[in-house]
């Protein structure tokens, strides 16, 4: 008899939690965005890309014209060695050397100069990449919680998102009407200039990737 009590009871909490469930899954609303071509077509992107590659420029025109220094007191000092001559009066091969050493002194100088600048800059342009990338997904996430609230979503969900381990997508099938991509992006572009175009641009970047592999196997 208890058995049978007990046994009614679990069927009882089992219909009542199935009730809730079936409750909870009625009210959440989902939606999915594509955080990939969001990325892309996000007119920001393109200016933040564009900034970053004048700056990584003048860096590296800033670390030829040290390098070209370098490369000057090298042919000086390989000049100096040229004019040694045991047919040289000592006088003369004294002041061969002393010049050699000093062009070999402001060598080792130079060349540590150059070693420190380079290092100091690539560790600022990272820092400048790394804040520069923070912001533009700081304001892409956002927009999508703005989006989502405005929709009344209680979730959304990357349909863009890929396993890291094994490279596939992480949500094989999506429904189509769940999509709120081109809303986000109509709102996250809403300052982009009269020119851009982000179907454009997504059509341009995944051309690239596309012949990326292609070049890699022609290597």
Known sequence: MIMKKFSTTLSVIAVVIGAMFATVQA?????SVNMTDLNIMFYKRTEVEVSLRKQEAAIKEEIAVREQKVKS?????????????????????????????????????EGEELKTFVQRREIAFREIARRELKLLSDELHATVQAVAAEEGVDLVIDSSAVSPRFGYSVFPYVKPTLDITEKVLKKLNVGAPADFDAQAELKRVRGEQQQQPAEGQQN
């Open 73 to 109: 007191l090298v042919e000086q000092a390989q000049s100096i060695q040229k004019k040694s001559d045991p047919t040289l009066s000592e006088e003369a091969m004294k002041k061969l050397r002393e010049e050699a050493a000093s062009v070999q002194n402001e060598l080792a100088a």
């Open 27 to 31: 009210e959440v609303k989902i939606a």
